[in-house]
Antibody, heavy 122, light 105 residues
């Protein structure tokens, strides 16, 4: 079965970091880029960045530059998203999503993880 | 930064046609896709590259994109189509619209 399985919910204090994992199954890990998208309560979907598992290339949203790190471990077939200096506004559901497009300007997400709730609270 | 604008809400009667629009500067020059999002569930791709339907998406979903406006059309809307719909493009980064809540009543 083709799916993306994410790690479980996290509760963090302001200023801490969180690392969320995303493990694809049912297809070759290095074949498609993986993106991270979040949705805060009552807010729109928001893009954080992507990793190309085959090369390790990453690109981040300017909004999160300096605070986000997306990595991949090809031996574990897993991608990771780490967000640091957490604030209450980072409370959201974080999703990983597969990009099937052959070029960035055609990007679309055909497969999504189940989501990981990250709660930032003192 | 590039912005996509969607109406906050659209209402439609069952069996009728729902049109959900997304507007942006020269949007027709870009590839747009649409996602359906229901509460407590992950987004589902319903249209990609302007007008292509992924496998498993009913034929009642269609898309168009021209000028400054893209439209997601749902023909013969069903109660199960009630959800939030988001448009998305690439403009040096991934950009999402604000979402439209479709109510079927």
């Amino acid at each position: 079965q083709v799916q993306l399985v994410q790690s479980g919910a996290e509760v963090k204090k302001p200023g801490a970091s969180v690392k969320v994992s995303c493990k694809p199954s049912g297809y070759t890990f290095t074949s498609y880029s993986l993106h991270w998208v979040r949705q805060a309560p009552g807010q729109r979907l928001e893009w954080l960045g992507w990793v190309t598992p085959g090369t390790g290339y990453t690109k981040y949203s300017q909004k999160f530059q300096g605070r986000i790190t997306i990595t991949r471990d090809t031996s574990a077939n897993t991608a990771y998203m780490e967000l640091s200096s957490l604030m209450s506004e980072d409370t959201a559901i974080y999703y990983c999503a597969r990009d099937m497009a052959t070029a960035s300007y055609k990007v679309y997400f055909d497969l999504w993880g189940q989501g990981t709730l990250v709660t930032v609270s003192s | 930064s590039y912005e996509l604008t969607q109406a906050p809400s659209v209402s439609v009667s069952p069996g009728q046609t729902a049109s959900i629009t997304c507007s942006g500067d020269k949007l027709g020059d870009k590839y747009i896709c649409w996602y359906q999002k229901k509460p407590g569930q992950s987004p589902v791709l319903v249209i990609y590259q302007n007008n292509k339907r992924p496998s498993g998406i009913p034929e009642r979903f269609s898309g168009s994109n021209s000028g400054n406006t893209a439209t997601l059309t749902i023909s013969g809307t069903q109660a199960m189509d009630e959800a939030d719909y988001y448009c998305q493009v690439w403009d040096s980064s991934v950009v999402f619209g604000g979402g439209t809540k479709l109510t079927v009543l």
